[in-house]
């Protein structure tokens, strides 16, 4: 089963630096049938403008996962942790008991679009942590790469929920990402950049689907695109 979440029904949020949109209540967006999917609470897609940014403040007991489209991030916590987030790279920061950070755009000059989730933990009261990894290309590209799982896998980072992520892009030309959920699970498809089909249905940038007792999933662009999909329990 295949249930279609338009990307165009996403609530907003928009300042003179941020422009947001979520796929899930967030903020001032509040819809009740809209609280999450599994353990999966946030999806939200911002771009902020140049020299922009979100000043300290904090979190708690979340998985906090943040994926840079286009441009740079630059990201600041209270763990002593001071890096700059580009496309290709993860950062998993789990707030447990407690974490403050701060979230700016890197460059004076030039936007920064990305993807920040975030994960309900499987429990709460965990120490706080980042760490944040680099993906070369070629495990991206055509392929669906493993970035973040419970056990730490294949490479990818260790979280603290039954969830796994992948990631993945097609090249100018298109081509096909393919999927196998396993027994008992369902998915959760979101669509970075592109157009891409879902089986016969068009999904575009900012679309998502819902995918529940499907054995293989197949995902097929016909030019440059880059999805996620967020395999998680029932």
């Known amino acids: ?14 300042m003179t630096w941020l422009d947001s949109r979520h796929s ?18 946030v999806i939200n897609e911002d771009r902020v403008a140049p020299g922009g940014g979100f000043p300290t403040h904090g979190h708690r007991d979340m998985e ?5 489209l286009d441009g740079a991030l630059a990201h600041r916590d209270s763990l002593g942790s001071g890096a700059v987030i580009r496309p290709g790279e993860l950062q998993a920061m789990r707030a447990g008991t407690g974490i403050r950070h701060s979230e700016f755009n890197a460059s004076a000059e030039e936007p920064v679009h990305f993807l920040q989730i975030w994960i309900v933990p499987e429990r709460q009261g965990l120490s706080p942590g980042y760490v944040q990894k680099a993906f070369e290309p070629a495990e991206l590209d055509g392929r669906l790469q493993l970035l973040v799982s419970q056990d730490g896998r294949d490479g990818s980072l260790s979280i603290a929920q039954d969830t ?3 990631a993945g892009r097609t090249g ?8 196998r959920p396993g027994a008992g699970r369902r998915a959760w498809l979101q669509v970075a950049r592109g157009a891409v089909r879902l089986g016969e249905t068009p999904l575009q940038a900012g679309d998502a689907a819902i995918i529940e007792a499907e054995e293989e999933i197949r995902i097929d662009a016909r030019a440059a695109a880059e999805v996620l999909l967020f395999d998680l329990p029932q």
């Open 64 to 68: 906090i996962l943040t994926w840079v």
């Open 1 to 14: 089963m295949i249930q279609i979440v338009d990307g165009g029904d996403r609530g907003a949020t928009r």
């Open 24 to 41: 899930f209540s967030f903020g001032d967006f509040f819809d009740p049938t809209r609280m999450g999917f599994g353990p999966l609470r």
């Open 172 to 179: 100018d030309n298109g081509g096909v990402l393919w999927h």
């Open 164 to 166: 796994d992520l992948w």
